[in-house]
């Protein structure tokens, strides 16, 4: 649509300053209502609804006035003890101890009774003991003389002649040696304690016939012997003594 202006009619007079700034401050101000309302358009169009507010409980409040309270004292911390330096501990060894008295308490005298009453009693007359007698001295026999060394072998002599025939006695002759005829002598030597035993016997002289000094021995440790006469030495005594063993032999 076009419009037509009327066109204005040319005058010569100048408007006047105050009209001119008029003017201009009425079109600014139309061109900034125009731009308001462009804006509220647009704006409407982008601004998402306003969602309705939910209605919010409310709380009475009422103020109170607290009295105030003092402020807090400040204890001071007390300072911490100084702490003393560690003694220096020095070993000494102490000595031994002293050895304790003993001492010995006496035992309490035991409460002595009162004592009885005296009675006056006439002491009889003493009995004299008679003095046994003394008994007598017995000396004893004065001790034999000792016996010459002719009286011992006499004694010994006597004393073989005892033992000799017991010997002969127990002699049991082989059967061999009468079978043959044969005879021999050993010399056997033995210990007799005073009392007639027999300690030991052994051949000393041999016979070259082994059943001569079988039968020499086995005489002499078969026979018993008597005990040594009353005046022979009375310790252990060693004989020899000649057996002869043969046919002739009884």
């Known amino acids: 649509m076009t419009t037509v202006m009327p066109r204005a009619t040319n005058y010569s007079l100048m408007p006047e300053p105050k009209e001119r700034h008029f003017k201009y401050a009425v079109g600014g101000a139309v061109m900034v209502e125009v731009l308001l309302v462009l804006g509220l358009i ?136 009468r079978a043959m005829g044969l005879s021999g002598k050993a010399t056997v030597e033995f210990e007799i304690s005073p009392s007639g035993q027999l300690l030991w016997a052994k051949i000393i002289k041999r016979s070259p016939l082994g059943a001569v000094n079988r039968a020499a021995l086995a005489a002499v440790k078969d026979g018993g012997f008597p005990p040594f006469l009353k005046k022979m030495p009375k310790q252990n005594t060693v004989f020899q003594i000649d057996v002869e063993v043969g046919a002739g032999s009884s």
């Open 42 to 177: 647009w704006y409407g169009d982008n601004t998402p609804p306003v969602k309705a507010k939910p209605k919010e409980h409310v709380i009475a409040v009422q103020m109170v006035t607290l009295p105030q309270q003092p402020p807090p004292q400040v204890v001071p911390k007390p300072l911490p003890k100084p702490v003393p330096p560690k003694p220096v501990v020095h070993q000494v060894t102490p000595p031994p101890p002293r050895p304790h008295p003993k001492v010995v308490i006496p035992p309490k005298p035991a409460p002595t009774p009162p004592a009885p009453p005296v009675r006056t009693v006439t002491p009889p007359m003493p009995v004299t003991k008679p003095t046994p007698a003394p008994k007598p001295v017995v000396t004893p026999p004065p001790a034999p003389p000792p016996m010459s060394a002719q009286q011992t072998a006499s004694l010994m002599g006597r004393y073989v002649g005892m033992v000799r025939p017991i010997i002969q006695q127990s002699l049991r002759v082989p059967a061999e040696l």
